[in-house]
Nanobody
């Protein structure tokens, strides 16, 4: 059974930074394309960033480009999301997701195509 456990969320001031982590167990991590989604209050879940199984491809939502960076450490079966210059509108529950096992390096943005999900970690941006 593949399990994803997120950590790193919290309360942070506008303009601050956070680093979210997601540890994956129960599968061959390098066989999964990984992504972060978020659900803001009153909004549907949305794609934030994704990284292919080898790390060669990344993809970002327009709203976070230049501020968010996704990375992965296949040796530690962990994917990270570095969030800088936080804005109020970044307040959300952030979810880690895994697509696979797959042989592709294509990052998809549709949540229903991801096979495994974490429980989420809350990020709250305040003044």
């Amino acid at each position: 059974q593949v399990q994803l456990v997120e950590s790193g969320g919290g309360l942070v001031q506008v303009g601050g930074s956070l680093r979210l982590s997601c540890v994956v167990s129960g599968g061959t991590f390098s066989d999964f394309n990984m992504a972060w989604f978020r659900q803001r209050p009153g909004w549907v879940r949305e794609f934030v960033a994704g990284i292919s199984r080898s790390g060669v491809s990344t993809r970002y939502a327009e709203s976070v480009k230049g501020r968010f960076t996704i990375s992965r450490d296949n040796a530690k079966t962990t994917v990270h999301l570095q969030i800088n210059s936080l804005k109020y509108e970044d307040t959300a529950v952030y979810y880690c997701a895994a697509e696979g096992p797959t042989g592709t390096e294509v990052v998809v943005t549709t949540g229903s195509l991801y096979d495994y999900w974490g429980q989420g970690t809350q990020v709250t941006v305040s003044s």
